[in-house]
């Protein structure tokens, strides 16, 4: 089935919202409070990884070993470095959302119509990492923009929507088959 609903450029215009009618777009705090989440989940993930790997090192007695005292720090490092490079491209590319943006029922849909893949993903990634270093914004730029779609959004060609917008275009889409 495919969502093509979310399309821009040339010929695609936003309707107009009317009042009270439900918002597609989520905004900066939303998509903020989400993004709070998924540190969060990241955060306890690096801490269980640490911990296990402690407690692995602890229990075979890697650490008498010269070479093992060595080599903790060192895994550390990169189970720590593992969990904040591959937690956004990964969840974004199998469930076209993270844990922070399902609590609020958003997920991530492509301009074009097409499934997330794991370039486009990590694409949006480095995007996140464009926005933080201009000072935030990158980030700020999704309230200017139309559809709200910060710096990360414009570069993989991806936008944010509540997950109802997609659920009522996919029902738009079949009656339009019948």
């Known amino acids: 089935m495919k969502i093509t609903a979310y399309a821009t450029g040339p010929g695609h ?5 009317t009042r009270g009618a439900p918002r597609t777009d989520p905004g900066l705090v939303t998509r903020f409070a989400a993004f ?15 911990q296990t790997l402690s407690l692995t090192v602890d229990f075979f007695r890697f650490g008498t070993f010269a070479l093992g005292a ?36 958003m997920s991530i849909v ?3 119509g097409k499934p997330m893949t794991l370039f486009v993903s ?17 980030f700020l730029w999704a309230v200017t923009d139309e559809h709200r779609r910060a710096l990360h959004d414009r570069l993989a060609g991806t936008r944010v ?18």
């Open 36 to 50: 709070a989440i998924d540190n969060f989940v990241m955060a306890v993930a690096a801490i269980l990884a640490n």
């Open 70 to 105: 060595r080599l903790l720090p060192v895994a550390r490092t990169v189970f720590g470095l593992s969990i904040l490079i591959f937690y956004h491209p990964i969840s974004w590319t199998l469930f076209a959302s993270s844990i922070g943006k399902a609590f609020f029922g």
């Open 13 to 17: 215009h936003r309707a107009s919202r």
């Open 122 to 138: 990590f694409v949006r990634f480095a995007g996140y990492w464009l926005s933080a270093i201009t000072f935030g914004f990158g």
């Open 161 to 178: 929507v509540y997950d109802s917008a997609l659920a009522g275009q996919v029902s738009e889409e079949e009656a339009s088959r019948r």
């Open 110 to 112: 492509r301009t074009n």
